[in-house]
Structure formats: C-alpha cells, structure tokens
C-alpha cells in the first residue's frame, strides 16, 4: 500500500486483533471506496436503455451486463437481460421474432442479435450493384484559342430575387470575390492542371479540350469496345507508332492502336477515297469520353493490305475524328504488332562465366589497404561476450568462418584489439549462412 492507503487506514476502527485479519482489513477497504448505489436509478437506467442508430449489437449487450451490474436482480439477472433486449433491439422484425420463441434464452437472444447484424453487413456487399466501366480516352489535345473570341465571364448568376447588379464580382483567376489588389491573388503563379498554362486555376479555365475516343457496346451487359491511345500536342514519338496501310486500295496513314477494339477513320478521308462503299449501319453503339454518343457514320467492309500482308476488317467512319486509328485485332493480323510476354533464347550461368571468366574468379577484392580514420575523442566499441548462435547453425557458421579464412576474406587474431563487433548469421536460401559483421558502433565513428 501507498501513503495514501496508510492514511485511510488510521481511520477505521478495528477490535482487539482485527487489524492483523487481511479479509477484515480488505473488508473495510471495500466499504470505503464502494460508494452506495441507488438501486430504483440504476435500474430506472436499465430499462430506459435501447439500442442507439450507430450502435453496434455488440456495444449494447455490453452495456445491458454494465448496467445490471448495479441493479441487484439477483437470480433474474439474465432474464432481464434478455428481456431489455428483445425490447431495445432496433430492429422491429428482429424484436418480433424473438418474442414468438417461446423458450427464448439470453444465449439464444445474444445469438440472434448478433447473427442479424452480420448477415445485413454481408447483404450490403452482395447485393451491392456493379460498378461502372472505367473509360479509356483516345486522345487528349488542347485546342488553340481563337485570336479574336469573345470573352466569358466567370461571375455567378445572382440568386433568385437579386438583380445582376447586386451581384458581387468574381476573379478570373481564382473563382473567388475580387481582391483589392491584384498582387493578392493566390493564382498570379500557379500553374493551371488543365492547360498547364501559368496565372490561374483549373476551375476557372476557359481552354476548351478536344478529346477523341471511339468506344463501342452492343447491350448493357458488354463491357464495350474502345480505343485505349492518348497523346499531346507535340508528341514526337507518337510518329514512330504510324504506319500506311492500303484500304481498298486507297492508302491511309495509321495509328496503331493495341488499345483498340475497332478500327476508325475521319469522315473527312472516307470522302477522298477513289471509290467510296455504301456505310452500312452499325450495330453498336460508339461513345466518346463520359459517355458522350458519337457521331457515327457507318461502317464498310474494307480490305487491309501491309507489305505482304493482307485482312479484311470493318472500319468505322466517324465524324470528327482527329486521325485515323488501327484496331488490336487488324494490328495482330497484319503483323505489325505482336504481344511478348517473355525473352526467348535467355542465356544461362554458364553461357555468362565462359564469355566473362574474370568477373568469376577469385573474390574481386580491391588492390591495397584502406584505413578508417575514426575520431579521436571516442572510446573504442569492444564487445567482450560474443552473441549467442542457434545450435542448428553452429557447424555451418564454423565452416563458413574456415572457408573465408583460407580464401583470405578474414584472418584469426589471438591477441586483444581496441575495437571487437559483433557478427549476424543470416540462413540463406540454398541451405548456407552468410556472416555479416555488425559495425554500428564502428560507422558512428568514422570521420
């Protein structure tokens, strides 16, 4: 005991021999501290309680045994816990059911409880509704601006009941009321995340985006066909992923797209064709980005020749394309593109030791000494209990400490030394140890 608990001591009144009783002591202890409870509150608590709306089951079964505590039931302890809850449980159904069981246990309460709240959690997974689609874009460009367009306001229309004129003005650089003075801005030096263009913010932007996507679907359960290429302005290597490709005789220069479901082309190259086929119309349904319809033309039949090779695809004409875009399917049968998974003709071991001998001989020390110049104020690290190895690892340890010492990697020393580290015995994967030494100590030193 404590000096406090000595001086609650003194105040107690003991007879002749009961302060050397521990159960007596003990006893006076628990009337001290126990403080008298109002058994018609505590109970008034109890059958006031119900189950709160972000209330676990569990939560409130543990508070009913917190609060019975106090309330002196007795032998009907746990039929009024079962009673308060089949009375609390929010659930109404749940409460229903439990009061047609006629020989409703606590255990059996607790069980039902619990065994409901699990299962609506299972529900909500299971019946959860199928997420979207993600959408793939074609191409991403930004637009030029025209020299000569008229400008739009970024102010918000006045509410209802307001004049424009009591409307407050509004920055065009940051979409928040005018500063007093333009220095204030927060936007004077950032860099907007849609044109990447410098003085104001994504929000406010007036850059119009030309976005050219090509997805397909025939019904609501197709995931959709789509052109997965995206590429900027000035993207040089973009060219070294086109190619000619003759369509019913007429050459066309393509993208190729391993993205893509379809292949497309502008309506403005099907006019320029020699001889134009009829556009028969197509059964799916093509979709630009945020599941914009596009304007879709038709499709035709046309016949795909590269170099020496030759296929026959439905090319889809649609209105408003920037360029001209291969399909996966029409790129893998003309070979001009082909899927590697891994590197055929992979050398082994042996191929590399005869090619490179001296990279596989001897330990690849570096000529000469080296001196590691500590500071002078230290005091030597020397540890005089070496640690302890597992005994499964003792023989391998000894033998891989005899191997490094006739190859010269370490040598023995018999004599004391200012500096002694301990070392790490690491298994290793073919059944060996590798032994590192621990220089914590020694590299805290180092100059």
Known sequence: MGPSADDVLTTFEFDEGEEAKFDVVELKFDQYFNVHRNVIYERAK???????????????????????????????????????????????????????????????????????????????????????????????????????????????????????????????????????????????????????????????????????????????SFAGLFLGEVHGQSDTQSKQWKADVDVNGHKVNFKLDSGADVSAIPEVIFNQMASPLALVKPDKKLYGPCRTTLNCKGKFKAVLRHEQKCC?????????????????????????????????????????????PKLFKGLGCIKGEYEIKTVETVEPFNLTAPRRIPIPLLPKVKEEIARMENLGVIERVEQPTKWCSPIVVVPKSNGRVRICGDFVQLNRTVQ
Do not use: W
Not at 101 to 115: D, F, G, N, P
Not at 189 to 195: L, S
Not at 321 to 335: I, P, T
């Open 46 to 220: 109890f059958n006031q309680r119900r189950q709160e709306v972000e209330e676990s089951a569990e939560e409130f079964i543990t508070s009913l045994y917190c609060l019975a505590e106090n309330c002196a039931y007795g032998a009907l302890k746990e039929e009024m816990i079962r009673d308060r809850i089949v009375v609390g449980v929010r659930d109404a159904k749940l409460s229903e059911k439990m009061q047609l069981e006629t020989a409703l246990t606590l255990a059996m309460a607790v069980k039902m409880v619990r065994e409901c709240e699990s299962i609506k959690k299972q529900q909500a997974v299971i019946r959860t509704d199928k997420m979207p689609q993600s959408v793939n874009v074609d191409a991403v460009k930004t637009a030029k601006q025209k020299k000569f367009c008229k400008k739009q306001t970024s102010k918000p229309q006045a509410s209802t009941g307001q004049s424009q004129k009591s409307a407050k003005p509004y920055c065009q650089r940051c979409g928040k009321p005018s500063h007093a003075n333009r220095l204030d801005c927060k936007a004077l030096n950032a860099v907007c995340h849609k044109c990447s263009r410098k003085g104001h913010f994504a929000n406010v932007c007036k850059t119009p985006l030309n976005v050219n996507e090509v997805a397909a679907e025939i019904d609501e």
């Open 312 to 356: 026959t695809e439905d090319v889809y004409v649609v209105e408003g394309l920037e360029g001209s875009l291969l399909g996966r399917n029409a790129c893998k049968r003309l070979e001009m593109i082909a899927r590697v998974d891994a590197v055929e003709g992979k050398m082994s071991s042996e191929v590399y030791q005869q090619r490179y």
